[in-house]
C-alpha cells in the first residue's frame, strides 16, 4: 500500500511531463524516446533557468558598471568644474593687474604692486593690510590706489606687511580738486562709510556727478588720481564753504589687487 503512495505521483509526473514535450515540440534535449520526452523538459527548463540566472547576473554586473562609470564621471565633471574655477579666477587676476599696469603706465607713477590681505571688518572698511613691507622699501605715507581710483595711504609698516588707512577713515584727510573747475576742498570719510568734502568754496559752480579727483597738495597723494563723483551739495547760507557728498569710485569690499605709490617726497 506504501508502494502506491509513491508509484501514484511518479506516474502523474511522467505523464505531466509528457504531455508538455507533445504539447511544446520546440522542447528539444539530447535523449530520445520515452526517456527523451520524461528527461528533456527537464533539461530544456533547466537550462531555460540557468539561461535565465546567467542574464540577470550579467545585467547586474552591467548595472554595477554603468553606476560604476556614472560616479566617476560625476567626480571627473566636479574635477574640471574646479579647474574652470580655478582659471577663470587666474584669468581674472590677470586682468586685474593688466589695469594696474596700464594705471601706472598712464599717470607715470613709480609703483609696486602688492595684494590686499587684510581687512577691519567692524562695520565699514577704514583700514587694509597689504603683502607688502620694509624688505619691500614701503614706508609710512606711501599713497595707494587701484585701477579704480584712490584707496589711502600707509601708517604703518612691518617686515613684510603693511597697516593701510582708506579714505572712508573719517581720520584720513584728503586734498581733492573739481575736475572740472579745479576748485579744492578737504575730503575724508563721514563715519557712516561714506564721504565728505569741506571747505569747499561756495562760489564754485559744483553740480551733481561732477568728478573728484587728487589736488597733488601734501606731497602724500599724487596729482590727478580720480577719487569719486558728487552725490549731494549742500548750501549752508552762513557759511562761506559748501559741504559736498561723494560716492567713492573704489569698493574697498572687493580690493585685491593696488599699487603702492612711491613718490620723492623732498
Known sequence: MKQWKFIVPFTLIII????????????????????????NPVVFYGNKVVSFCNNVYDDYIALVDIKKKYEKAIVEKKTLYYKNLLLQERLSELERLKKLLNYKELYNLNTIACNVIGRDLNGFIK?????????????KNDAIIS????????IEVYKNSAKVITIINSNNNVSIMNFKTRTVGIMHGDGLGKLIVEYYMKTDNVTVGDILITSGLGKIYPKGIPVGTVEKVEVNPNSLFRKIWINSLVDFHKLENVLIVKLDKK
Open 16 to 39: 505531466l511531463l509528457i504531455s508538455v514535450q507533445i504539447k511544446n515540440p520546440e522542447i528539444i534535449g539530447p535523449f530520445k524516446g520515452i526517456i527523451g520526452d520524461i528527461l
Open 127 to 139: 583700514y587694509l593690510v597689504i603683502d607688502r613691507g620694509k624688505e619691500d622699501y614701503v614706508a
Open 147 to 154: 585701477y579704480d581710483g584712490l584707496v589711502g595711504k600707509v
